[in-house]
């Protein structure tokens, strides 16, 4: 074959194929949730599920009316979702206050990985809702018990992301940093620091997530306020339709939380995968 005959095929390499087009995600997200909803209102209009115990979807329309319009136990449900959102809140910014700059250091630092990691390892396997009956012990029923396993669930999980963010700067950087004659607290500020903060934002996501989950364990025990506690009480009045709707609100504002950091992740790391 000439070359010039080789040249014109490679030039339409493409000629008579039928480009395939390509849905945006969204539509694929959209088809995906609307396909699960229709199997859910043909099962339970077709009799397949006793409706006691999957509620259908007009039947919880009609409850989370009323749930906004009358609250439940006294309060409305905004109140159930800010008190959760107040201790989630509340305990997640003390485990980062305290998670990172520990997270850091044993990082950065062999001494503190020596002495920490140890300890941590030991600590980390356990879940956090095993601490649940301590908690009640030590600080009683109250919101400072909650606070407390909620800012240690936090703080369990930024620790190991800060740590792996700051042990994860290459060696070739810090003797470039030391060649330059930039001291040890420079180097940390300068080049520990900044290449740790998408370590950072992963352990938010995480800290956060699981912050979350916690709250509605430990609302389970001696709360009267709360998604957590509007869950178990509608649970023991066999109340289903309110337990799906506490649920769904559970994952809505777990949802809207994560949009939250990785709108914030966008701002800060705007560097990221360019």
């Known amino acids: 074959?000439?070359?010039?005959?080789?040249?014109?095929?490679?030039?339409?390499?493409?000629?008579?194929?039928?480009?395939?087009?390509?849905?945006?995600?969204?539509?694929?997200?959209?088809?995906?949730?609307?396909?699960?909803?229709?199997?859910?209102?043909?099962?339970?209009?077709?009799?397949?599920?006793?409706?006691?115990?999957?509620?259908?979807?007009?039947?919880?329309?009609?409850?989370?009316?009323?749930?906004?319009?009358?609250?439940?136990?006294?309060?409305?449900?905004?109140?159930?979702i800010g008190i959760s959102l107040f201790r989630t809140l509340t305990g997640f910014a003390i485990g980062v206050a305290l998670g990172v700059p520990v997270g850091l250091a044993t990082g950065y630092s062999r001494t503190g990985q020596a002495l920490v990691s140890p300890l941590m390892a030991f600590i980390r396997p356990i879940p956090p809702i095993a601490f649940i009956p301590m908690a009640v012990l030590y600080f009683g029923l109250g919101e400072l018990g909650k606070v407390v396993l909620i800012a240690f669930t936090a703080f369990n999980y930024m620790q190991i992301n800060a740590r792996a963010g700051a042990a994860s700067v290459p060696l070739t950087h810090h003797r470039a940093a030391r060649s330059l004659g930039l001291t040890r607290f420079q180097v940390f500020t300068r080049i520990v620091l900044p290449s740790s903060v998408p370590h950072l934002f992963t352990g938010f996501k995480v800290a956060m997530a699981l912050s979350w989950a916690v709250v509605v364990a430990a609302e389970l025990v001696g709360a009267q306020r709360g998604l957590g506690f509007m869950i178990s009480d509608a649970a023991q009045l066999f109340r289903i339709p309110v337990v799906f709707i506490g649920i769904a609100l559970i994952g809505v504002t777990g949802l809207l939380l994560n949009a939250l950091i990785d709108l914030l992740e966008r701002r800060v790391v705007h560097w990221r995968n360019r």
């Open 1 to 80: 074959m000439s070359s010039t005959a080789a040249t014109s095929i490679a030039a339409v390499p493409f000629a008579g194929r039928r480009v395939r087009r390509q849905w945006p995600a969204w539509v694929i997200s959209t088809a995906g949730v609307a396909g699960l909803f229709a199997v859910w209102a043909l099962a339970t209009a077709g009799d397949w599920i006793d409706p006691v115990y999957l509620p259908s979807p007009w039947s919880l329309g009609t409850e989370l009316v009323t749930l906004f319009r009358d609250g439940y136990k006294g309060a409305s449900v905004w109140q159930h």
